[in-house]
């Protein structure tokens, strides 16, 4: 999360928009990760076929699968 407030993008919380399931994931859809402690540390933005765009700090965008880590929330908050 910190990444993309360091790239000045700012996105809704994990309160907005509505929850769903990884079948239902469309572009534009967030996808929150936590870290062991159970604390939301990282998000990234569902692009289609399977992928997500993010932005890290090292290495700026970066595409991965949208499961490289097990998902805490996935949230539609274009309301499609």
């Known amino acids: 999360?910190?990444?993309w407030s360091d790239h000045r993008v700012r996105f809704p919380g994990r309160e907005s928009g509505r929850s769903?399931?990884?079948f239902q994931m469309r572009p534009g859809d967030l996808i929150f990760y936590?870290?062991?402690g159970g604390t939301i540390n990282h998000v990234a933005l569902y692009i289609g076929g399977g992928r997500v765009?993010?932005?890290e700090c090292k290495d700026g965008i970066k595409i991965s699968t949208w499961n490289y880590r097990t998902p805490a929330k996935i949230v539609n908050?274009?309301?499609d």
């Open 1 to 3: 999360v910190r990444a």
């Open 34 to 36: 936590t870290n062991s």
């Open 20 to 22: 769903i399931q990884f």
């Open 53 to 55: 765009a993010m932005i």
């Open 77 to 79: 908050v274009l309301g």
